[in-house]
């Protein structure tokens, strides 16, 4: 195994608001991107995004992007599971991870300390996890049926388990599933992203090893520190921090199956032991990096539904003698492949027909006419 620090071979200026100076961006030779973002304050943020999640899963592993997410934190060669959290956390730190499609990322924001000490802490500990994660059995847990209650061994393939059923009992989710198991039906963003009791409790140590290897890797990984420090410092801390095995070979995203188009709407209807009626309105968009129809959809989501100013508000709850609805929205969802648009709703259950004529009028009002300048 032969591990150095990688040589810096592009440097980029991006100007961005709020920011005291422009972001630099490095790439070095091993495909690593660092970004440096200066902000003044004492409150540093130290991040790193993986261009891995459930995308990159089929139904044997689906839902091991998410797990590995947990088992991360659960010690390297240098230290124990719990050392990362405890350490930080005793400095004044939120440490912390999220899964979803097309990323997995984890992030420590916390006081800078005096010269700096806890961010250098931060990036260290930060990068050993990064880079040297272990994943033990012995945190993983034994496999066993998620049919017999009598388990023994409840380590984190139980605490993942207990966290999807936990979501059997939130219809914004369910409701969310069940959409989204209809807007896609050959593409990997089909999945749940959490995967399936019945995989987590036997995918093996192996695997999870695997997927950790052959995704974690330089070129998928963007490292983000944001903060009131000396660029060329950090710069030379981040590099000696994650020093990756050079004789590992680099594997990237490629073409994933599409899905032909939708020329036709579909409509779904479940129940549910609940009091109140649950909505969700989708469309498939622009791809991510389609920046120019990206943020005119962010901005139409905020107009259409995005607080008490927003035309669905005004139009649904505000003006109504008598409201359909108690909560309505929009929100834009940004995808590698294509991002979905949505329109939600929490609504009186017997106006059922009602609300979705509402939410119906309302998108043909935003079709046929144009928006405001005041908007």
Same mark, same amino acid.
């Given at each position: 195994m032969v591990k150095k620090i990688s040589k810096i071979v592009d440097k980029q200026l991006a100007d961005f608001p709020f920011l005291d100076k422009q972001i630099e961006l490095y790439t070095l030779e091993n495909g690593h991107t660092i970004v440096l973002a200066n902000k003044k304050g004492e409150l540093v943020n130290v991040s790193t995004w993986v261009k891995t999640g459930s995308i990159n899963e089929d139904d044997k592993i689906s839902g091991i992007s998410h797990f590995?997410?947990?088992?991360?934190?659960k010690g390297t060669e240098l230290y124990p599971a719990g050392y990362?959290?405890?350490?930080?956390?005793s400095k004044g730190a939120i440490v912390n991870a999220a899964t979803w499609k097309d990323y997995t990322?984890?992030?420590?924001?916390?006081p800078k300390g005096e010269n700096n000490q806890y961010m250098n802490l931060a990036i260290e500990l930060h990068g050993d996890m990064m880079v040297n994660s272990i994943v033990p059995e012995e945190e993983i847990g034994s %496999?066993? *049926?998620?049919?017999n209650p009598e388990v023994e061994d409840k380590r984190e393939r139980y605490v993942v388990i207990e966290e999807i059923r936990m979501r059997l009992d939130q219809p914004w989710t369910k409701t969310y599933n069940e959409l989204n198991h209809n807007m896609y039906k050959v593409h990997p963003y089909k999945r749940d992203v959490i995967g399936t009791p019945e995989i987590i409790a036997t995918v093996s140590r192996d695997t999870i090893m695997d997927y950790y290897k052959k995704w974690y890797t330089p070129k998928n990984m963007t490292t983000i520190i944001v903060g009131d420090f000396d660029s060329e410092e950090v710069l030379r801390k981040v590099r000696e921090n994650f020093l990756f095995d050079d004789s590992l070979e680099q594997t990237q995203g490629g073409n994933y199956p599409q899905e032909d188009e939708q020329t036709e709407q579909i409509y779904l209807e479940?129940?549910?032991?609940v009091t109140t009626g649950f909505l969700m309105?989708?469309?498939?968009?622009?791809? %991510?990096? *389609?920046?120019?129809?990206?943020?005119?959809l962010d901005a139409l989501a905020i107009i259409l539904g995005d607080g008490k100013s927003s035309r669905l508000y005004r139009n649904l709850i505000e003006k109504p003698e008598n409201p359909v609805f108690n909560i309505v929205g929009a929100e834009q969802y940004q995808f590698k492949d294509g991002n979905n648009f949505f329109v939600q709703g929490n609504y009186i259950p017997d106006k059922k027909d009602e609300a979705i004529e509402l939410i119906k009028n309302e998108l043909k009002e935003i079709v046929r006419n144009s928006i405001s300048d005041k908007e």
């Open positions: 590995l997410e947990h088992l991360m934190f990362f959290d405890k350490t930080l956390e990322f984890y992030y420590v924001t916390l %496999a066993f *049926d998620v049919n479940n129940t549910a032991n309105v989708g469309f498939k968009g622009p791809k %991510a990096l *389609d920046l120019k129809n990206s943020i005119a």
